[in-house]
């Protein structure tokens, strides 16, 4: 049944299969096994019934983790929980764990999660993940929706969708069909509200105030970020809690408010800083451009020293500010002392210098991990 996409009667069948079998154990698996079904169709609340009777027979069976790291997420939003619960199951649930990395933006956390779905067999998880970092095309997603089966199960469907939906999204926005945006998210909400799916309804809110900010609705925009503010922040949500600045920072923008649009750009991002895991980040960049200009921050506004310099050039550059020799920068990089040399010499005029020991100084404010 759960094959043929009705995880609506594959949930009645298995619960029932679990009433009529005597082994404890058994009875928790079919019991665990209905929750994993009932949370897939976003029925949330009879999933966590569904593992609070697994429980009796059988103390937290690992199958159950991801289940419930879900329900934590997506009904009550409990974040902290969902990746304290996830941290410690080993490979289960990494589907829920990308989902987690998403809304927490921890980097350190990203890191480890991007280690352990490069080692990992499962496209879609691998899609998912992508998505989420702002490098998975649309092609991917719809060649992903084109190799899944008749008999895809509807958990696998459910994140394509999701990865869908944002695409999608953004580019109903970014093509000014804003009455068909606001139309589906609209829907969304809806759905989200009659199934209890708080983490998701907020972030059709988030699309929703970002429609209004480009309409010049700031009264409309200001409403919708106020309420995602208020269940954000306690649930140390980032995603929303950025989304948010930046639907008040386009409302500031298209009332010619810069002090205000400046300030709130600056939440998300620092001037000349990108984040990799943070995959809103560049839309940031023209607004902030213009926003620091118009309040007399040129120097913010201006591309950073190394922003000349080749990502061979900068990494030569901060190795010799580390203070390596040319000789142990060049078996560092696997490159001549001469090569070396030649390098170090071309980055003094792209960054107005004339000694090595200026280097330090002309750096400053180049992110770690980021060419500028």
Known sequence: M????????????????????????????????????????????????????????????????????????????????????????????LMARVIAASYAQDPEEWAEVTAVVAGCDDEHVRLL?????????????????????????????????????????????????????????????????????????HDLRCGLG??????????????YSRTVEQWAAPRGSAPHLSLSARNLEAAAMAHGDYETAYGHWTSISAPGVIEPHESYAPWAVLDLVESAVRTGRTAEARPGAAAGLTAQQLEVARLAV???????????????????????????????????????DALDGAPPDVVI
């Open 2 to 93: 759960r094959k043929r996409g009705g995880s609506g009667l594959a949930v009645k069948a298995m619960r029932r299969a679990a009433a009529l079998t005597p082994d404890p154990a058994d009875r928790a698996r079919r019991l665990s096994y209905a929750a994993e079904l009932a949370g897939e169709s976003g029925q949330l609340d009879l999933a966590q019934q569904l593992l609070d009777e697994a429980r009796r027979d059988l103390d937290d069976p690992v199958r159950a983790v991801a289940t419930r790291a879900q329900i934590l997420m997506l009904r009550d939003g409990d974040l902290d929980a969902a990746r304290r619960l996830l941290r410690g199951a080993g490979g289960a649930g």
């Open 129 to 201: 993940h992508d998505v989420y970092l702002g490098a998975g095309p649309a092609a991917r997603v719809r060649a992903a929706f084109d190799a899944l089966p008749g008999d895809a199960p509807p958990g696998q469907v459910a994140a394509l969708c999701r990865a869908a939906t944002w695409l999608a999204a953004h580019d109903h926005f970014l093509a000014g069909q804003w009455d068909d945006a606001e139309t589906a998210a609209g829907a969304g909400l809806d759905l989200c509200v009659r199934h209890d799916l708080e983490l998701l309804a």
């Open 210 to 223: 970002w429609i209004a900010a480009a309409r010049g609705d700031a009264d409309s925009a200001r409403e």
């Open 322 to 360: 580390s203070g390596l020799s040319n000789k142990e920068i060049g078996e560092k990089l696997f490159l001549s002392s001469r090569t070396v040399s030649a390098h170090v010499y071309g980055i003094f005029p792209k960054l107005g210098i004339t000694s090595r020991a200026a280097l330090r």
